[in-house]
């Protein structure tokens, strides 16, 4: 049996990884169209590689995706994180837990987690072809045609596409010509710009904070990061996730509202002011932050605010009080338009998961034609989850079941 992977990610390793280990006869050939591989494992997580993520129960992990919740929870059943850490530990690759979930190897360098793949795939003897690109696949009686960029044919038995995603539908040309349908790509994880926003001058600076955007019902909880041109940090990030479609919709034009105090209500930061005034009553409102918020994010909302930084607590007028409490938990901003960085770009859409088995990772549309990886309709929030999306589907595709 020969079978082609097609995409040299992480989801592609670990299919012909699971391929070869499974059927130690079969022939596997894995297609890289550059002269990279694993490219987004090398650079992800700022090097140090997010392997997956501390959250344990098929129905609680797959809840992290806001496309592909129902079919990574039967996916997961069958592979989840403590697979995938299995999976690195029996490779002498042994990951951490960092307080936010965040799982990264122990070395705090994605070349270990590199290693262990191109390690075991030489090991299993699978062919690695770089500089090849897949231009088309064709069923051809039982088999498959394979066109490759060096305008040579190849026939295989099993097919598994693991191409990653991408911001452009013609990318997925080839793939609709096989008969899958292919819902429209959108950008999933993003940054905010706000441009000429004086909010910009505390660029580095990070807020717990709750996100919300308005005129829908996103919203995101985490730390916030300002940035020279707008808005970052994982409550940033997970917005942009959930809100992918409806802010593709709006062209990146929209408004946002901010809680600066982690999702304090209103009348509960009005309530912890006056239990803590005995505190900070004579003291300069500059120099006495009753919510332990950044110094320069302080000054800034008090700039905002309109309240010098000199006034003594016990003498700041009620109105000036309210002013303060309501930029503190209902702040707004202008968003005009997204960045997205190369190394960490996700993407919503591509091939309908209507059309793929949530058991198999096989089409249903094509026998013996298999799925793995971001060239699914499927993305996670910020934080290990895309990759175990990808270690999971790749483990199933590999199983190459029909």
């Keep these: 049996m020969r079978v082609a992977i097609i995409g040299g990610g992480a989801a592609g390793f670990f299919s012909a990884i699971s391929a070869k280990t499974n059927h130690s006869n079969a022939e596997v050939v894995l297609f890289e169209k550059t002269d990279k591989l694993l ?7 700022g090097g140090r590689c997010n392997v997956t993520h ?3 129960g098929a129905r609680k992990l797959a809840s992290n995706y806001p496309r592909g919740e129902r079919f990574l929870r039967k996916a997961f059943e ?3 994180v403590k697979d995938t850490v299995d999976w690195f530990a029996q490779r002498n690759v042994d990951l951490k837990t960092e307080l936010d979930g965040r799982m990264f190897p122990t070395t705090d360098d994605s070349r270990s987690v590199i290693t262990a793949l191109m390690d075991e795939a030489e090991q299993l003897k699978i062919q690695v072809r770089l500089k090849c690109a897949v231009i088309g696949i064709e069923r051809s009686g039982d088999r498959f045609q394979v066109s490759l960029s060096n305008d040579c044919v190849e026939l295989y038995d099993r097919v598994i596409v693991t191409t990653g995603g991408s911001p452009k539908p013609e990318t997925y040309s080839w793939l609709k010509a096989l008969g899958h349908t292919i819902v429209p790509p959108a950008p999933s994880l993003f940054t905010f710009n706000m441009p000429a926003d004086p909010i910009r001058e505390l660029m580095g600076v990070v807020v717990p904070a709750r996100v919300r955007i308005i005129g829908t019902d996103v919203e995101s909880k985490g730390p916030l990061l300002i940035t020279h041109w707008g808005m970052s940090g994982p409550a940033i990030l997970r917005a942009s996730a959930w809100g992918a479609r409806v802010l593709q919709e709006r062209g990146y034009n929209f408004s946002v509202q901010i809680n600066w105090l982690a999702g304090m209500s209103e009348d509960h930061a009005r309530q912890f002011l006056t239990e803590h005034a005995d505190e900070f009553d004579r003291k300069q409102i500059g120099n006495a932050n009753p919510f332990t918020l950044p110094k320069r994010f302080w000054s800034f909302i008090l700039n905002k605010a309109g309240v010098s930084s000199e006034s003594i607590w016990s003498q700041i007028p009620k109105k000036d009080k309210n002013r303060m409490i309501d930029l503190l938990t209902n702040d707004r901003y202008e ?10 770009f996700v993407t919503a859409g591509g091939i309908s998961l209507e059309e793929v088995s949530p058991f198999t990772m096989q089409s249903t549309v094509v026998p013996e ?16 989850f895309n990759f175990q999306a990808a270690w999971t589907t790749g483990h199933i595709a590999g199983l190459l079941k029909n």
């Design 39 to 45: 490219a987004k494992v090398r650079i992800s997580g």
């Design 54 to 56: 501390a959250c344990h």
């Design 78 to 80: 069958q592979f989840a």
């Design 335 to 344: 968003v005009r338009g997204k960045t997205t960085f190369k190394e960490e």
């Design 369 to 384: 034609l298999y799925f793995a990886g971001e060239v699914l309709d499927i993305d996670g929030i910020t934080g290990g």
